[in-house]
Protein backbone atom coordinates (compact mmCIF):
# COMPACT_ATOMS: atom_id res chain seq x y z
CA UNK A 1 0.00 0.00 0.00
CA UNK A 2 1.85 2.91 -1.28
CA UNK A 3 1.48 6.35 1.29
CA UNK A 4 1.75 10.01 0.00
CA UNK A 5 2.77 12.61 2.08
CA UNK A 6 2.78 16.26 0.27
CA UNK A 7 4.60 19.43 1.92
CA UNK A 8 5.94 23.04 0.87
CA UNK A 9 2.67 24.94 0.63
CA UNK A 10 2.36 28.26 2.71
CA UNK A 11 1.36 31.65 2.04
CA UNK A 12 3.10 34.12 -0.60
CA UNK A 13 2.54 36.84 -2.49
CA UNK A 14 1.60 37.29 -6.14
CA UNK A 15 4.63 36.61 -7.89
CA UNK A 16 6.31 34.34 -5.74
CA UNK A 17 7.43 30.88 -5.91
CA UNK A 18 6.83 28.51 -4.07
CA UNK A 19 8.19 24.58 -4.02
CA UNK A 20 5.56 21.52 -2.94
CA UNK A 21 7.50 17.82 -2.27
CA UNK A 22 5.17 14.92 -2.26
CA UNK A 23 7.33 11.73 -0.57
CA UNK A 24 6.36 8.04 -1.55
CA UNK A 25 6.47 4.93 0.84
CA UNK A 26 5.50 1.57 0.70
CA UNK A 27 6.41 0.58 -3.12
CA UNK A 28 8.84 1.47 -5.77
CA UNK A 29 7.93 3.08 -9.19
CA UNK A 30 8.90 1.73 -12.50
CA UNK A 31 6.56 2.02 -15.11
CA UNK A 32 4.70 4.14 -13.54
CA UNK A 33 3.36 8.06 -13.22
CA UNK A 34 2.27 10.52 -10.59
CA UNK A 35 -0.18 13.32 -10.60
CA UNK A 36 -0.73 16.70 -9.15
CA UNK A 37 -4.19 18.30 -8.64
CA UNK A 38 -5.51 20.96 -6.92
CA UNK A 39 -8.37 22.17 -5.25
CA UNK A 40 -9.96 25.72 -4.70
CA UNK A 41 -12.53 26.19 -2.47
CA UNK A 42 -15.82 25.68 -3.95
CA UNK A 43 -14.76 24.28 -7.11
CA UNK A 44 -13.64 20.95 -8.49
CA UNK A 45 -10.24 18.59 -7.95
CA UNK A 46 -8.44 19.54 -11.61
CA UNK A 47 -5.19 18.84 -12.72
CA UNK A 48 -1.98 20.42 -12.70
CA UNK A 49 0.71 18.09 -13.56
CA UNK A 50 1.93 14.79 -14.54
CA UNK A 51 5.36 12.98 -14.47
CA UNK A 52 6.48 9.47 -15.77
CA UNK A 53 8.74 8.11 -13.29
CA UNK A 54 10.75 6.31 -16.06
CA UNK A 55 12.13 8.78 -18.79
CA UNK A 56 10.37 11.57 -16.58
CA UNK A 57 7.85 13.13 -19.51
CA UNK A 58 6.15 15.45 -18.24
CA UNK A 59 2.65 16.95 -18.57
CA UNK A 60 0.71 20.45 -17.52
CA UNK A 61 -2.59 22.27 -17.56
CA UNK A 62 -2.94 25.27 -19.84
CA UNK A 63 -3.07 26.92 -16.48
CA UNK A 64 0.35 26.44 -15.59
CA UNK A 65 2.20 25.48 -18.72
CA UNK A 66 5.39 27.78 -18.66
CA UNK A 67 5.23 28.69 -14.24
CA UNK A 68 5.27 25.31 -12.82
CA UNK A 69 7.62 22.05 -13.45
CA UNK A 70 7.13 18.60 -11.97
CA UNK A 71 9.98 16.58 -11.70
CA UNK A 72 11.09 13.51 -9.78
CA UNK A 73 14.14 12.28 -7.50
CA UNK A 74 14.20 8.25 -8.02
CA UNK A 75 16.32 7.68 -5.38
CA UNK A 76 14.08 9.85 -2.68
CA UNK A 77 11.11 8.19 -3.93
CA UNK A 78 9.85 11.95 -3.90
CA UNK A 79 8.00 14.17 -6.82
CA UNK A 80 8.27 17.89 -6.87
CA UNK A 81 5.96 20.99 -8.12
CA UNK A 82 7.98 24.11 -8.21
CA UNK A 83 5.58 26.63 -8.73
CA UNK A 84 7.20 30.05 -9.78
CA UNK A 85 5.10 33.48 -10.32
CA UNK A 86 2.02 32.24 -8.07
CA UNK A 87 -1.12 33.89 -9.14
CA UNK A 88 -3.90 34.84 -6.82
CA UNK A 89 -6.08 32.00 -8.98
CA UNK A 90 -3.70 28.98 -7.87
CA UNK A 91 -4.69 29.32 -4.17
CA UNK A 92 -5.92 25.79 -3.83
CA UNK A 93 -5.14 22.70 -1.36
CA UNK A 94 -2.29 20.61 -3.80
CA UNK A 95 -2.56 17.00 -3.90
CA UNK A 96 -0.55 14.02 -5.11
CA UNK A 97 -1.59 10.93 -6.20
CA UNK A 98 -0.35 8.07 -8.30
CA UNK A 99 -1.71 6.76 -11.64
CA UNK A 100 -3.55 3.82 -11.64
CA UNK A 101 -3.39 3.07 -15.32
CA UNK A 102 -0.48 5.45 -16.52
CA UNK A 103 -1.19 6.23 -20.08
CA UNK A 104 -5.30 6.22 -19.87
CA UNK A 105 -4.34 8.72 -16.77
CA UNK A 106 -2.35 10.71 -18.43
CA UNK A 107 -4.88 10.78 -21.36
CA UNK A 108 -7.86 12.21 -19.55
CA UNK A 109 -6.15 13.84 -16.75
CA UNK A 110 -9.33 13.21 -13.77
CA UNK A 111 -9.19 12.89 -10.34
CA UNK A 112 -10.96 9.45 -10.80
CA UNK A 113 -7.58 8.38 -13.04
CA UNK A 114 -5.10 8.34 -9.97
CA UNK A 115 -5.30 6.87 -6.50
CA UNK A 116 -3.27 6.69 -3.33
CA UNK A 117 -4.22 10.20 -2.80
CA UNK A 118 -2.03 12.61 -0.08
CA UNK A 119 -3.40 14.75 2.88
CA UNK A 120 -2.91 17.84 0.82
CA UNK A 121 -0.79 20.93 0.86
CA UNK A 122 -2.74 24.40 0.95
CA UNK A 123 -1.21 27.23 -1.02
CA UNK A 124 -2.41 30.66 -0.20
CA UNK A 125 -1.47 33.56 -2.90
CA UNK A 126 -1.90 37.10 -2.16
CA UNK A 127 -2.26 39.57 -4.10
Known amino acids: QVQLVESGGGLVQAGGSLRLSCGAS????????MGWFRQAPGKKREFVAA????????YYADSVKGRFTISRDNAKNTVYLQMNSLKPEDTAVYYC????????????????????WGQGTRVTVSS
Open 97 to 116: AVALVPDIAIMYRTERDFGS
Open 26 to 33: GRTFSNDA
Open 51 to 58: IRWSGGRT
